[in-house]
């Protein structure tokens, strides 16, 4: 079986969560071996997903946790 | 850091004999999480930290009926879902505003095609630029894709996980994540790729 590109972008998302089939996967692997304009999608994709999955990206408010404790404080001894 | 299941099982139990100080530390790795979460529904700092705020208080008072064979952080990240859901409700039936303009399931998105990636280098997250830029690109994601988005790849939960927390097929989590990704990749992969200058997107020469 043969993959054009199309194919490839349409399994990124299970390959990188490895919810490709083995038969399906070898095949992949194929093709991003000999392909960088799809090995360079994938990786950038998966560089996305690294940078998205970091706690940095949404810092807390200043005060949030005072704010947040002080009111279940209220709560609790009312 | 989290409690462990165990030690989190017990400091439940503590709390529902009557120990509600301890929810205290119970809830303290979980901040973050929920908010983020908030924030990425209801799109404003100020109303995240309200829905976050909400959620811990009706875990609270709803303690006693987690089960612990759920995990304590989907059940909260399932609270904190329907408290963001059910605000983003009353003002859509305030402003009438639709949320959803991308509504196709079918069709292929392609992704951004480039010729020189390695990676973005983890540093780069320390420019405010860049943390806003991924959130905003994150916050525009239509409804139905940034909330699969949030839950499987923002707070990690598997697919199994994410499906009984949106109350939708495996198979349907797989399509519209896979849809989320891409679209990311295609909004921001042009915008990081301008961030070092010596991996140029297009050779100039």
Not at chain 1, 15 to 42: F, N, W
Not at chain 2, 2 to 16: C, D, F, K, M, Y
Not at chain 2, 106 to 124: F, H, K, Q, T
Request: net charge negative.
């Amino acid at each position: 079986m043969v993959l054009n590109c199309k194919h490839v972008w349409d399994c990124i998302s299970d390959y990188l969560d490895g919810t490709l089939s083995p038969e399906m996967r070898d095949v992949v692997q194929k093709h991003l071996d000999h392909c960088e304009i799809c090995s360079a999608i994938l990786d950038s994709t998966r560089n996305i997903l690294i940078l998205t999955a970091d706690d940095q990206i949404f810092e807390l408010p200043v005060g949030f946790s005072e704010r947040l404790h002080a009111r279940l404080d209220q709560v609790m001894t009312s | 850091m989290t409690l462990g299941p165990r030690n989190e099982a017990q400091i439940i139990v503590s709390i529902l004999a009557g120990e509600t100080q301890l929810y205290h530390e119970l809830i303290r790795p979980y901040e973050r999480s929920v908010y983020m979460m908030a924030l990425s529904f209801v799109k404003n700092e100020a109303d995240a930290e309200d829905v976050a705020q909400e959620t811990f208080l009706k875990a609270f008072h709803h303690l006693a009926s987690f089960r612990s064979e759920a995990k304590f952080s989907t059940w909260l990240v399932g609270i904190a879902l329907n408290e963001a859901r059910s605000r983003l409700r009353r003002a859509a039936s305030v402003r009438m505003a639709s949320i959803d303009n991308t509504s196709q399931e079918g069709g292929r998105i392609p992704p951004a095609i480039l010729r020189d990636w390695r990676e973005v280098p983890s540093e780069a997250l320390e420019r405010m630029e860049v943390q806003q830029m991924l959130q905003k690109a994150i916050i525009s994601l239509p409804e139905k894709y940034r909330e699969v988005f949030v839950l499987r790849d923002v707070e990690e939960l598997n697919i199994a996980e994410t499906a009984a927390a949106l109350s939708i097929s495996v198979g349907n989590v797989k399509v519209r994540l896979h849809r989320a990704r891409v679209m990311l990749q295609k909004q921001l992969v042009p915008l990081l790729s301008t961030l070092n200058p010596k991996r140029r997107w297009i050779p100039w020469f």
